[in-house]
């Protein structure tokens, strides 16, 4: 399969590194708008600078491809997106799926319209830490889960467009924690209550923190909260977990994963003196290939064998509509009905 890949800066990096590593999937050609990012990238990764471009549309006149990878920043999602797809190409494309859920929205139709595949990089849904709590969830051995919380802790000095944005920790961040709640729980979220507020310290013009009890249409409650300009004691990038449940709970903490089950309830079924068993830590389970390696052999098997990705342009519309519901709750300062 030969791709086009879109901005090659930035988080261009993780997919150029990805289709190298492919033994199915190699570059037909490039689009970079920055000469001095295309000229460092074309050195560092020996591409081949006669198929480096400076639009989308001079790329498709010049290379044939099959597919595009769409890694430019959100505000451009659509209109490359979009172009790629009317040209009849599918596209495997970073997340958010676009910078505003209007445009989001606009993306979908596009998918629906031409019948041609878009679907989302939501890469942390493929690593190990997330598999292995899925599997804990999946096996039944905690029975329902009543309600999850998440907090993600972190201090990124990024630059670039994530500090101008008016919510960049919940549109650039926690657009994967949400989109974990999703793939976690199964269920689409229902009511959202939400703040957000930037710390005096914050270097982001936009609120660097935000916190929000999301709904779910399943019954479950998730409390979320986080920061993208914490000081210390950081958690991981994939956040802590901790998953109530009918029968024990299920925790992640620094990327370990700790189960406890509830064995027998105390004297007289009162439960002032529940039995537990000990606290077991979970080994995080092996995969064959992780993150943007995942995403592209997927990619590469709906392309060329028809099967479905899990996270298609239409299905992240719903991951898109929590992230600007939370938005939206945190802007009104009033609950959010969706759906
Ligand atoms: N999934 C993840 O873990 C993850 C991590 C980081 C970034 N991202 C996402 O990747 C996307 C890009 O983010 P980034 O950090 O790489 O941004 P960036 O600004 O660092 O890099 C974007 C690159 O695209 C180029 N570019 C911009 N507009 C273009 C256009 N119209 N055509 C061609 N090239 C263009 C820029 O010159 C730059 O080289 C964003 O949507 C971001 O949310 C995802």
């Known amino acids: 399969m030969r791709v086009i890949q879109v901005g090659i800066g930035g988080m261009g990096n993780a997919w150029l590194s990805a289709v190298q590593r492919s033994p199915q999937v190699e570059f037909a050609g490039f689009v970079e708008i920055d000469a001095d990012i295309a000229r460092a990238q074309a050195q560092a990764y020996s591409l081949d600078k006669s198929r480096i471009f400076d639009s989308l549309p001079t790329a498709l006149q010049q290379v044939r491809a099959d597919a595009v990878i769409n890694v430019t920043p959100p505000q451009f999602h659509r209109e490359v997106t979009v172009m790629a797809l009317e040209a009849g190409l599918p596209v495997l494309q970073e997340k958010p799926l676009a910078g505003t859920l209007d445009e989001a929205r606009a993306i979908a139709a596009a998918a629906d319209d031409t019948g041609v595949l878009c679907s989302v990089a939501q890469n942390y849904r493929y690593r190990p830490l997330t598999q292995t709590l899925k ?164 990619f590469y098997e709906a392309v060329t064998q028809g099967k479905e990705t899990a996270t298609s342009a239409q299905d992240n519309i719903h991951t898109m509509e929590l992230v600007f519901g939370v938005v939206r709750a945190c802007d009104s300062g009033r609950p959010v009905s969706l759906g």
């Not at 229902?190 to 249409?217: E, L, V």
């Not at 079924?269 to 092996?286: D, M, Q």
């Open 135 to 298: 599997r804990v969830l999946e096996s039944g051995e905690l029975g329902a889960v009543g309600a999850v919380s998440a907090e993600f802790y972190k201090g990124p000095h990024f630059g670039g467009f994530r500090e101008e944005m008016a919510h960049p920790l919940i549109v650039d961040m926690s657009i994967h924690h949400f989109d974990m709640m999703r793939f976690f729980l199964e269920a689409d979220a229902q009511t959202i209550q939400a703040r957000s507020w930037n710390p005096p310290w914050s270097w982001f013009a936009g609120d660097a923190s935000a916190s929000a009890q999301i709904g779910f249409a399943n019954g479950v409650q998730a409390a979320y909260t986080g920061s993208w300009c914490s000081q210390a004691l950081e958690t991981s990038w994939n956040a802590n977990w901790r998953f109530e449940c009918e029968r024990g709970v299920l925790l992640a903490r620094d990327d370990r994963v700790t189960v406890q089950r509830l064995l027998r309830v105390g004297a007289e079924g009162r439960g002032l003196v529940n039995e537990h068993a000990e606290p077991k830590e979970i080994a995080l389970i092996e995969m064959e290939r992780e993150g943007q390696d995942y995403l592209l052999q997927e």
